[in-house]
């Protein structure tokens, strides 16, 4: 069987088999052993470049006692593994993490974002991020720490010795919406205005004076994945969707491009940002004299 390109699925398949292994015990010379293939199969089916039968699947499941929704979800990309793009459906119970997009942030060259209704979770601060999940209905009370901790967790990617190059664009009205506090907004915007002097992040603001716009649809990631190739994603309230299609991926290029030539400079998008961040302080420092008084 030749090797192909690999999909979403085809990855995905291969980085649970990896995790399968792994938990298991296992290299992957030990797993050729146990199943009686060679060296490369095990490579090309861990990297997603050849497709294992439902047979072959369902041997290395066994083999590394993989059991329950674990080994149903495994079959199920097995099945599908040649069907470009990737919906994941949560239900009402969102995911604690979401695996894959992890992954592929933490693998990617570069990533760019466009956010319409909230700060980039790549770049909230802890109070915010709490604000923001706390207000979710869909979130039982008990999970939000939780979900916090994972949503700062994936925040080391900024800090990775070589990080991706991060382009983020914000539509103006994420910046004055509050969120939490007076002083969470505040030292949200503050945080911003500190990640912005990073060499890798270039944070820019779709002015709401423009009027209409190239993103009006929404937001969205574009992730360029190292050793694999360009992703979408988009989220929903109840589900997550990878697109890599190339006709999908230049659409959302082309909305990158515009943004690019529509947005505020860079210095005038920091410019604007602290402008509403004193405005924030202003406001705080009124409330808590008016308060002490």
Same mark, same amino acid.
């Given at each position: 069987?030749?090797?192909?390109?690999?999909?979403?699925?085809?990855?995905?398949?291969?980085?649970?088999?990896?995790?399968?292994?792994?938990?298991?015990?296992?290299?992957?010379?030990?797993?050729?052993?146990?199943?009686?293939?060679?060296?490369?199969?095990?490579?090309?089916?861990?990297?997603?470049?050849?497709?294992?039968?439902?047979?072959?699947?369902?041997?290395?499941?066994?083999?590394?006692?993989?059991?329950?929704?674990?080994?149903?979800?495994?079959?199920?990309?097995?099945?599908?593994?040649?069907?470009?793009?990737?919906?994941?459906?949560?239900?009402?119970? #969102?995911? =604690?993490?979401? &695996?894959?997009?992890?992954?592929?942030?933490?693998?990617?060259? @570069?990533? !760019?974002?466009?956010? /319409?209704?909230?700060?980039?979770?790549?770049?909230?601060?802890?109070?915010?991020?709490?604000?923001?999940?706390?207000?979710?209905?869909?979130?039982?009370?008990?999970?939000?720490?939780?979900?916090?901790?994972?949503?700062?967790?994936?925040?080391?990617?900024?800090?990775?010795?070589?990080?991706?190059?991060?382009?983020?664009?914000?539509?103006?009205?994420?910046?004055?919406?509050?969120?939490?506090?007076?002083?969470?907004?505040?030292?949200?915007?503050?945080?911003? #205005?500190? =990640?912005?002097? &990073?060499?890798?992040?270039?944070?820019?603001?779709?002015?709401? @004076?423009? !009027?209409?716009?190239? /993103?009006?649809?929404?937001?969205?990631?574009?992730?360029?994945?190292?050793?694999?190739?360009?992703?979408?994603?988009?989220?929903?309230?109840?589900?997550?969707?990878?697109?890599?299609?190339?006709?999908?991926?230049?659409?959302?290029?082309?909305?990158?491009?515009?943004?690019?030539?529509?947005?505020?400079?860079?210095?005038?998008?920091?410019?604007?940002?602290?402008?509403?961040?004193?405005?924030?302080?202003?406001?705080?420092?009124?409330?808590?004299?008016?308060?002490?008084?």
């Amino acid at each position: 069987m030749e090797d192909r390109e690999p999909t979403i699925r085809s990855r995905a398949l291969g980085e649970g088999l990896r995790e399968a292994m792994n938990s298991a015990g296992y290299n992957a010379s030990e797993m050729a052993r146990q199943l009686d293939w060679s060296h490369s199969k095990v490579s090309r089916l861990l990297a997603g470049t050849r497709g294992g039968s439902s047979n072959d699947v369902s041997a290395w499941l066994a083999t590394c006692r993989v059991i329950g929704p674990e080994r149903v979800r495994l079959m199920k990309l097995c099945t599908d593994q040649n069907r470009p793009g990737l919906l994941q459906t949560h239900g009402s119970r #969102l995911p =604690l993490q979401l &695996r894959e997009l992890m992954d592929y942030e933490n693998k990617s060259s @570069a990533i !760019g974002e466009y956010e /319409a209704s909230m700060v980039s979770g790549l770049l909230q601060t802890g109070d915010y991020a709490r604000a923001v999940i706390s207000r979710n209905v869909n979130v039982p009370a008990e999970e939000v720490d939780d979900r916090v901790y994972a949503r700062l967790a994936r925040q080391g990617l900024l800090s990775k010795p070589q990080p991706p190059r991060l382009t983020f664009f914000l539509h103006e009205p994420v910046l004055k919406t509050p969120v939490g506090s007076l002083a969470t907004m505040s030292d949200q915007l503050h945080h911003l #205005l500190r =990640l912005s002097v &990073r060499r890798n992040l270039t944070l820019r603001v779709v002015p709401t @004076a423009m !009027g209409a716009h190239a /993103a009006m649809t929404g937001s969205f990631r574009l992730m360029d994945v190292s050793n694999f190739k360009k992703i979408v994603y988009l989220e929903s309230e109840t589900s997550s969707l990878f697109l890599e299609k190339p006709i999908e991926i230049g659409a959302y290029a082309n909305i990158l491009a515009a943004l690019d030539r529509s947005a505020l400079p860079e210095g005038q998008s920091k410019e604007l940002i602290a402008s509403i961040a004193t405005e924030l302080y202003a406001d705080r420092e009124d409330h808590d004299e008016h308060d002490r008084a």
